[in-house]
């Protein structure tokens, strides 16, 4: 029994493969119980590569969901690229990707084993990720700050008048009963009698994604931790904490901000964590991994007796149910209290600060938990795995001229230089794999021990080898 049955055996959710979707979807099983499969996730979100130029690139980029999370970032796929001033249009950008995996799902990809015999797998997309405004386009949906902008539900949404903004904004206040999820069947019906002018529950139109083969235009698209939880709502309540100036929550006066960089300038992480602590001073610089480490790591201490007591338990309830969610295994006690605590945090922002504070990332936590139960963990299913790829990409081309061809020919190259390593590193002398290691440490088996919390980077025994940080 491989590791991956071992998982999907198992009582707890972590790898994709443990999800319920994965499991028991009678498609999906009968996908992958045959033969040789694989199935993917997809990923797209917008590079701009240089600063002093308008255009940006589009990558679609996927992973491998039978790898598991250890390995799954140093096989990335670079399926399409788009380089172009303006944001592309859904249709065009995603036919070249769609046609290609029609094709892996009916024919596969031929291939030949380290005896020379041809083998053939084929491939299902079954997850999409990415951040609000790409899924409400890729879905031929509403933007998320308009009537009925939820991508997952009917939540008809509210307009809020924000204090300090002095501007409506379009807010998700918890309502009972819940609004109903959307399903794929009733999205394609509404998708079908729906035009830009006549919008029937938000839908504009037909998304191109109903043409990829088995892929579930609402289960397939998760919502993302990295733009929904630490971009978003830690983002969010660290900045109105910090800038509320007059409220009984603000605790962002220098004095406040001295005393808090002072613990936190402090911390020594241990090396799992990449980034040392950085003044809350830069808060509005600060990656989504900063925003991460600060919220599930630092906050208490840092907003203890800085916060009034309500405001710091309700930041908590955020705070405990991330910590549970992210957990290495997931069990399923761990999922119906994350539930119960982000519904009180909800209901809570309500109470505390209003429904202006009732944003859409906030109202995307509880679809979150959902989404654990059928995909796995949210550090498995993230845009923190695609992250680097941006900086990558961005050193793969000189020039300004056919930047497509050269960051393409640079990815087949490195993942031809790859399959090379794979076969002849391990065989190789120490000196010599010690120095690959030190040029790629791609390929040889790692050493560490996986942390109880995912989300804190690789661990390695090399860590000046530690390449990136990642959920
Ligand atoms: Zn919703």
Redesign the pocket.
């Known amino acids: 029994m491989d590791s991956k049955e071992l998982t999907r055996n198992a009582d707890f959710k972590s790898e994709i493969f443990t999800g319920d979707e994965y499991c028991s979807n009678p498609v999906i099983q009968s996908f992958v119980s045959i033969g040789s499969k694989i199935t993917l996730t997809f990923n797209t979100d917008g590079i701009q590569p240089v600063r002093s130029s308008p255009k940006s690139l589009w990558p679609i980029l996927c992973t491998i969901n039978e790898l598991p999370y250890d390995f799954v970032d140093k096989f990335i796929l670079l399926s399409s690229l788009w380089h172009c001033e303006s944001k592309p249009g859904s249709d065009s950008f995603m036919k070249p990707f769609i046609d290609e995996m029609r094709h892996l799902y009916e024919s596969g990809v031929e291939w030949h084993d380290k005896h020379g015999n041809k083998q053939v797998t084929k491939v299902l997309a079954l997850i999409c990720i990415c951040d609000s405004p790409a899924r409400c386009v890729l879905c031929e949906m509403t933007q998320f700050n308009g009537e009925f902008g939820?991508?997952?539900?009917?939540?008809p949404t509210e307009t809020a008048r924000k204090e300090f903004a002095k501007a409506d904004v379009r807010v998700?206040p918890f309502i009972s009963p819940i609004?109903p999820?959307r399903t794929h069947a009733t999205t394609l019906t509404a998708a079908n009698a729906s035009t830009e002018n006549d919008r029937i529950d938000g839908l504009i139109g037909l998304s191109r994604l109903f043409l990829l083969t088995q892929f579930d235009i609402i289960k397939g698209m998760v919502p993302d931790s990295m733009h929904a939880a630490w971009l978003g709502v830690s983002k969010q309540f660290i900045t109105l904490f910090l800038e509320s100036t007059g409220k009984p929550f603000y605790m962002g006066s220098q004095a406040d901000i001295a005393a808090m960089d002072n613990t936190l300038l402090g911390v020594q992480p241990i090396n799992e964590m990449l980034r040392t602590p950085r003044s809350l001073k830069f808060r509005s610089f600060f990656k989504a991994t900063e925003y991460r480490n600060v919220s599930l790591f630092y906050s208490v201490v840092l907003f203890k007796d800085r916060l009034p007591l309500p405001n710091l338990k309700h930041w908590l309830l955020f705070v405990n149910a991330m910590r549970l969610l992210f957990k290495k295994k997931i069990k399923p006690s761990h999922i119906e209290l994350a539930r119960a605590l982000i519904v009180n945090f909800i209901i809570g922002v309500q109470d505390f600060y209003g429904s202006a504070h009732v944003s859409y990332n906030v109202?995307?936590l509880?679809?979150m938990v959902d989404y654990v139960k059928m995909w796995g963990a949210p550090w498995r299913s993230s845009a923190f795995l695609f992250e680097h790829v941006g900086g990558v990409m961005a050193k793969r081309f000189h020039g300004s001229t056919h930047v497509n061809k050269q960051i393409f020919s640079s990815f087949f190259a490195a993942n031809a230089l790859k399959r090379f390593a794979i076969n002849h590193i391990p065989n190789a002398s120490a000196e010599i794999q010690q120095l690959y290691e030190e040029l790629d440490c791609n390929v040889l088996p790692r050493h560490g021990i996986p942390s109880e919390t995912i989300g804190k980077g690789h661990v390695h025994n090399n860590t000046h080898n530690l390449k990136f940080e990642r959920g």
């Open positions: 939820c991508t997952f539900c009917l939540h998700y609004p999820t109202h995307l509880f679809h």
